[in-house]
């Protein structure tokens, strides 16, 4: 009978967490795209004709510097009859989809989207539609797309497909930008949409199974180009209707405005997210440049950039989408190969930190150490500190939540030896072990009872223990047009162009009183000695006058001169005890002149 009771209360349990996880989070907006939300990693690979040039045709690279090899019939202006002839470069004997699954699968991805058909408009299956594909070069035929769709099958993954539906240089009538040269009228490219686009479309989702993605690829509105809004509604309903499970990404082309019915937003290529969406979102990248093989492309990233661009995106609600783009005889370069591995091993013991994780309430950057992902539970809520940075003293101060954690202790400490750590208001003081088992990015998980509380409004201790102080963490409102963003190459910091008075306002929390100094940076050109800074805190203050602070050079060449931004000390001012703090910069300049700040310094 008590056995009977506890099982009872174990499934209530296990119930209330699925249910919990429904009704809150990111996966709630969608109901489509759970299973996306939740799995946050990805195989993209570029596989086509083009894996055959390897990046380059007679003797001449790429043309172009971004070195995308799968552009190479475009670039380097190859007619198709000269690029049907690299299929006698690849080892069709040898290639085999299942070792891509796998690789994907040790890598830690839940999901792969092969490029069916790329802007060649070659076809990776057997197109009844359309006989240039690979079946109709291969002996014995080969349909990489089946292949690849059983394989997934097999290992658990989910299949993607990416289509390029407005460009294809093959079709007569399709998008191919030379023809904003020569046109083409709405008319004929709707006969290519009509004979090649719909038809195969529907034999991609109708002949290879349950497909959880269509990865479409037009980079601009489509406005901009020759495809009608009533074109790509026609190609969505198709999906819906045959596949109303499959996800359809927003390089479809419509804006949310015009259709808010697409599953997730896909950023740019290599393009990391910058703030916490809650709609659905993903970033597709490289280990290099080139998405397809292109063997003069090697300047990989190294793995730990590669998670912390994962980590990144899934502490904002990111997901990422990484490329391998396979040679002509199937092999997957070693150096990516061994980076997919070794992200594999980093998640198969971290995973839990990434999977089924979301971003937390606390702003982006306020810590500066790492990125905070965060899980839910019936029992209460944890949060997986990443660590991208370590404070020398070993000890990190987490700053923004008021709740005192239950724990604290390492991911990949299967004894959940305790972390010893203080909790004092709103900073959580983590005494870090010497030594990390962990070496790529540790992670430090901080079990609480309920939802922690958070102040949000907080300019946090950075890992040096000071308080760097701009306008991106002040509590006050800042004009848009006064802030200026980095310019020649970052040389020229971003800063406030202030030229009326302006007043900036930070609060901070001061867990070590005592006496403490404060720097201001700004660049300052003019000539007048009447330009001031004014500083408010703990009813001290400190008076600055602007002076002149001339000019540097960026970089050595002649036209490099750039504004200085100099450092000077404005004072020191005793905090005598623990507490919130408002501190207050006043800029005064005179007419017609711009002081250029950049930040305070307080340590
Ligand atoms: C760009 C390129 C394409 C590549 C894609 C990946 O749109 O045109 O070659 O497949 O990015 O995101």
New binding site residues.
Partial sequence: MKIAKSLIIKILIFTLAAVSNIVTGQANLNKRAQWFVNDRFGM?I?FGLYSGAEGVWKGEKLRNEND?A??IQYRNRISKEEYLTLIDNFKWDEIDPEKWVILAKNAGMKYVTI?AK??DGFALWDSKTSNYDVTDYTNPKRDIIRELAAACKKHGLKLGL?YSHWVDWEHQYGWDHTKEISGISPADFDKYWQEKVIPQMTELLTNYGPVGMIWF?M?IHHSQTVVTKDQLLQLKKLIRELQPDCLINSRLGLSLEEDNDVDFQELG?NEFGRNKKDFPWQS?ATVAHS?GYNRLDNDFKSTTSLLQSLISNVSLNGNLLLNIGPRPDGTVPYEIEKRLLEMGEWLRVNGESIYGSNAFDLPKGMNDWGVITTKKNPYGTKLYLHLFGLPADRKLKLTGIKSTPVTAYMLDDKNRTPLSFIHDEIITEIALPEIFTEKLIPVIVLEYQNSPDCVVDLAAQNIEGGYCLTSLNSISEVEQNILIPKSRGGTVPSYLSVKSPTVLRWKIYIDNPGLKTIDASYSYQGKSMNNKINIKVAQNELKHNITNTGKTVGEPKSDWVIDNFRCSVLGTIDFIEKGYYEIEISITPQKNEEIKFQWLWLK
Avoid: G, R, S
Wanted: hydrophobic share 30%.
């Fill in positions: 993209f570029h995308y799968e552009w490029t790329h802007h990416y690829d980079w290529d597709p998405w």
